[in-house]
């Protein structure tokens, strides 16, 4: 059946989801925030400070708080998939504004929806505020930025050092490793694929394949008639042939098995890993790698091309190339695209510009246990996210910027809502490093925020020489999403829920 929760009563649960998840999250901001271990009913517990996987697995048995928390963790979680950092701030902003507006409210008896209206208005003012704040980092400042952002040196450096090289976070993938953390630097075009059969290697990792055929299907192929001639040619010539398609029937593959034993040429069949759109831009770009043509012996979706050289597993194939017409042609066109801000996925498009361009590195992250690597590879993943978003500007951190912003507010209204929020990030930083609050916001205001105060270090440091910065892009997405969730609930007076009796089982309901 369904419940219908209303006013005070919502508030109150409404305010108790928002605790509940914030109040957690929070003691992990900065670099002397406190770890959380979480429990999984799959692995072994692990323990992260990473706030948008502390948030996500924060659950409550009361169906009303469980309700708002996952509107509430949208909030960080929209941070997160747009920069890949900034959750914690995000949740220490969007508790702030909605207890200070809902004080608002039920002080003064304003009405929400305007409410809204005054704090939307407010933010643009905020926004350009952050704006001026802001300047473009230098190498060094883009180091210390991830170096904050992992809270480590080694692995902050380690990631500066792999970005310079390739200036793209999407031209840079991390993996879980094994004992020590290696880099490597890919040559070549990857794809990620599945490979038909697994003994097609031959109990290897991986098979080199040199002066292969390619034959690329944007379709599915289930009989050994449909590319006959093309496997007769290869089996002929003794060599290598690499199919590419959709799918296979069983049937086929046992075809194609069974050919390559009785014969000395190679096949070797993959599966696309993408599919639509994707799909077809990777065969446009292997078209140019392979200088691959449209088979006229059977149909517009088969092309067969060649390549010097592909490395093939069971997860993917690289192909090594040497540039030419077609392939500047091609990486000319995607970096139009990219600049030309068309509506495209940026994070695919700026892979395939890195892969032509011979530059994707892996780290893979090492250490002597599953729970630290797993807790290390979210350093990099941080590290890497922070660095990225700040080459597009940032400003002086450690909460200082915000709380300076904040004294150019008014004490009214919708902006005194923003003046107390903005604060509460330098505050909470302090605080979880045990300082005294009030004694170093005095100093720092004393000094017209021309110095803020290192937490990692214990001390203070100029502005315009620090290490400490935010990049500014993380800052306005924590703030526009924290200000989007809280106004939001700002503006409920009801929720409706599923309910069920107590003495009724739920799956018992659902049978009926």
């Known amino acids: 059946m369904k419940r219908v929760v209303r006013e005070r009563e919502l508030q109150e649960k409404m305010q108790e989801a928002i605790n509940l998840l914030c109040n957690t999250v929070k003691t992990t901001l900065g670099p002397k925030g406190c770890n959380v271990i979480i429990d999984h009913s799959a692995f072994s517990p692990f323990i992260t400070n990473d706030g948008v996987t502390i948030a996500a697995n924060i659950e409550s048995e009361d169906a009303v708080i469980n309700t708002v928390l996952e509107l509430a963790k949208e909030a960080s979680i929209n941070t997160n998939d747009s920069v890949g950092d900034g959750t914690t701030t995000t949740l220490v902003l969007l508790q702030s504004i909605y207890n200070y507006g809902q004080k608002l409210v039920i002080e003064t008896g304003i009405n929400p929806i305007l409410l809204k209206k005054e704090l939307d208005q407010c933010l643009t003012k905020v926004v350009a505020l952050i704006e001026e704040e802001s300047f473009q980092p230098t190498e060094s400042d883009l180091e210390n930025i991830a170096i904050t952002a992992a809270n480590s040196k080694e692995i902050g450096s380690l990631v500066s050092t792999v970005y310079n090289k390739v200036k793209s976070k999407w031209a840079i993938r991390i993996e879980e490793g094994k004992e020590e953390t290696v880099v490597l630097e890919k040559e070549g075009y990857t794809i990620d694929s599945v490979l038909a059969s697994p003994y097609m290697l031959k109990g ?239 100093n720092i205001k004393n000094s017209n925020y021309k110095k803020l105060y290192n937490v990692y270090s214990n001390r203070y440091e100029k502005v315009d020489m620090t290490r400490i910065l935010d990049a500014k892009k993380v800052v306005l997405k924590s703030l526009v999403n924290a200000v989007s969730i809280a106004t939001m609930l700002l503006t409920t007076t009801s929720l409706i829920i599923n309910e069920y009796p107590a003495n009724i089982e739920k799956d018992h309901l659902m049978e009926i």
């Not at 379709?219 to 398609?245: P, R």
């Not at 507010?409 to 809502?417: F, T, V, Y």
């Not at 990030?425 to 004694?439: C, D, F, M, R, Y």
Request: glycine residues 6%; proline residues 0%.
């Open 204 to 442: 290897k990792d991986y098979v080199r394949v040199k002066e292969a055929d390619i034959l690329l299907i944007n379709g599915c192929l289930n009989d050994v008639e449909e590319v006959a001639e093309i496997v007769n040619q290869v089996i002929k010539d003794k060599g290598h042939l690499l199919v590419i398609s959709e799918d296979y029937s069983e049937y086929f593959v046992k075809q194609i098995m069974a050919i390559s034993l009785e014969n000395e040429g190679e096949i070797y069949l993959v599966k696309w890993g993408e599919f639509g759109k994707k799909k077809n831009d990777i065969i446009g770009d292997l078209c140019c790698i392979t200088k691959a043509q449209v088979s006229e012996e059977y149909c517009d979706c088969i092309y067969l091309g060649k390549a010097s050289e592909v490395v093939i597993t069971e997860k993917e194939c690289t192909f090594n190339f040497l540039e030419n017409a077609k392939i500047k042609e091609r990486k000319q066109e995607l970096e139009k695209k990219l600049n030309d801000n068309l509506e495209v996925d940026r994070e695919f498009l700026e892979k395939r510009i890195a892969m032509f361009n011979n530059k994707v590195i892996e780290i893979k992250v090492g250490a002597f246990s599953t729970i630290e690597r797993r807790e290390k590879k979210m350093r990099f993943d941080d590290s890497l996210a922070a660095i990225s978003t700040a080459s597009m500007g940032v400003l002086p951190g450690g909460g200082v910027s915000l709380y300076k912003i904040s004294e150019k507010l008014r004490d009214e209204g919708s902006e005194k809502i923003f003046k107390d929020s903005l604060k509460e990030i330098l505050k909470q930083l302090l605080k979880n490093a045990g300082l005294e609050e009030e004694t170093i916001i005095l």
